[in-house]
């Protein structure tokens, strides 16, 4: 099966979202991330997921593209409302059996924390499906400048961070690619239980990390050659600039981060 996630691909769309700084669009999601970690009644949770949808929609990326992007995650978010279902406490109990009690508020509480963890990731697929991996580099390096006074290596470290991002979705491909070989030699994981499913993906786990730090060597390599050295002092040949529709989105986002921290 390929490989579904949108976390860290570019998707070539002419949207007003492809349009904007890259400063504006990282600057936008993490003011709207930090409100939605402060949210928690309901309307708060659905004035949130409307915000997110109509980003989604202005970016004209196929909603199926999204949703798609959100099946490698399902296994880790039904584990945490599991978690939560079944070690939350509470005052009403819904359902009992020996050492295990059900409370109404373990229930709410993991809906709640699912429910906030797509948004955080519907919210960051739209922020690398609309922005090229070098221009967000290029505006997390600008937006972090003045720590470079205290002697922060920003280049170095907008580097790595954009060289993560890009880099899940190229793991997951390798990943997608050792099961296939897996499977072409009769080993299918997808008819083991999932228990003994779980134990199988240990020695698929060594290859894929081999094969990982190989492509971090020869990335490495890429880079001296290129004379990329620490990155300081380096021009770019597009200079970001500031239009009105980036403040008239900066403006747009406080308005909306303000509206919704009142719900909090």
Same mark, same amino acid.
């Given at each position: 099966?390929?490989?579904?996630?949108?976390?860290?691909?570019?998707v070539?769309?002419?949207?007003?979202l492809?349009?904007?700084?890259?400063?504006?669009?990282?600057?936008? !999601?993490?003011?709207?991330?930090?409100v939605?970690?402060?949210?928690k009644?309901?309307? *708060?949770?659905t004035a949130?997921?409307?915000?997110?949808?109509l980003?989604a929609?202005?970016?004209?990326?196929?909603?199926g593209l999204?949703?798609?992007?959100l099946l490698?995650?399902l296994?880790?978010l039904?584990?945490?409302?599991?978690y939560?279902i !079944?070690?939350?406490?509470?005052?009403?109990?819904?359902?009992?059996?020996?050492?295990?009690h059900?409370?109404?508020?373990?229930?709410?509480?993991?809906?709640?924390?699912?429910?906030?963890i797509?948004?955080?990731?519907?919210?960051?697929?739209?922020?690398?499906?609309?922005?090229?991996?070098?221009?967000?580099?290029?505006?997390l390096?600008?937006?972090?400048?003045?720590?470079?006074?205290?002697?922060?290596?920003?280049?170095?470290?907008?580097? !790595?961070i954009?060289?993560?991002?890009?880099?899940?979705?190229?793991i997951?491909d390798?990943?997608?690619r050792?099961?296939l070989a897996?499977k072409?030699?009769?080993?299918?994981?997808?008819?083991?239980p999932?228990?003994?499913?779980?134990?199988?993906?240990?020695?698929?786990?060594?290859?894929?990390?081999?094969t990982?730090?190989?492509?971090?060597e020869q990335l490495?390599?890429?880079?001296?050659?290129?004379?990329?050295?620490?990155?300081?002092g380096?021009?770019?040949?597009?200079?970001?600039?500031f239009g009105?529709?980036?403040?008239?989105?900066?403006?747009?986002?406080a308005?909306?981060a303000?509206?919704l921290? *009142?719900f909090?």
């Amino acid at each position: 099966m390929p490989n579904s996630l949108l976390i860290g691909r570019f998707v070539e769309r002419d949207s007003v979202l492809h349009r904007l700084d890259p400063r504006t669009k990282l600057l936008g !999601m993490l003011i709207m991330m930090a409100v939605f970690l402060t949210v928690k009644s309901w309307d *708060g949770y659905t004035a949130a997921t409307a915000f997110v949808l109509l980003t989604a929609a202005l970016s004209r990326i196929p909603i199926g593209l999204f949703l798609r992007g959100l099946l490698p995650v399902l296994p880790i978010l039904s584990f945490a409302l599991l978690y939560h279902i !079944m070690f939350g406490r509470g005052e009403t109990v819904l359902w009992s059996y020996s050492w295990l009690h059900i409370h109404a508020e373990g229930v709410v509480e993991g809906i709640r924390i699912v429910w906030r963890i797509l948004l955080l990731i519907l919210l960051a697929s739209v922020l690398t499906g609309t922005t090229r991996p070098l221009s967000l580099a290029q505006g997390l390096e600008t937006l972090l400048k003045p720590l470079s006074k205290l002697g922060v290596p920003i280049e170095q470290f907008s580097l !790595m961070i954009v060289i993560a991002i890009r880099f899940i979705p190229t793991i997951l491909d390798e990943l997608n690619r050792i099961l296939l070989a897996q499977k072409a030699r009769g080993h299918d994981l997808s008819t083991m239980p999932p228990a003994k499913r779980l134990f199988a993906f240990v020695p698929i786990l060594v290859p894929l990390l081999v094969t990982t730090v190989q492509r971090a060597e020869q990335l490495t390599l890429a880079i001296d050659a290129r004379g990329y050295g620490d990155g300081r002092g380096r021009t770019t040949y597009r200079p970001l600039a500031f239009g009105r529709i980036d403040y008239l989105a900066l403006g747009t986002v406080a308005l909306l981060a303000a509206a919704l921290y *009142g719900f909090a």
